[in-house]
C-alpha cells in the first residue's frame, strides 16, 4: 500500500503513548537523515529508543538525541540498556512522520 509520507503502518512502544524510553544505545558511525523527520548524530553518541516502526519499514526506530528526535537506522545503533522488555504493537499515525 502506497502510505504517503508513512514510512510504516504500525509501531512498537513500551506504553501506549510511545513516552516511555525502551532502550538506549550507542552510535556505532555518523548518521545524517534525508531529511527534517530524521535524527542527525555522530559516532559514539548516545541514543535512545522511543519506539520500533514494523511492517514496511523495519529499518527504523525513533528516538532522541539530546534535544533532538526522529528516525534513524536500527542497525547503526549498538544497544547497551533495555528499559522495558514489554512492547506494544500500535497503528502509527500521521503526526509521527512530520518535522518537529
Partial sequence: ???GRRFAERKRCADLE???LMCRGKAVQDFKGPDCRFVNFKKG???YV???LIGESTELWAGSV?????YFPKDLLEINHNYSNEELELPTDETDFVCF
Fill in 45 to 47: 553518541e548516545a541514543v
Fill in 18 to 20: 510511545c513516552s516511555m
Fill in 50 to 52: 522511543y519506539y520500533k
Fill in 66 to 70: 539530546g534535544s533532538d528526535f526522529g
Fill in 1 to 3: 500500500p502506497d502510505l
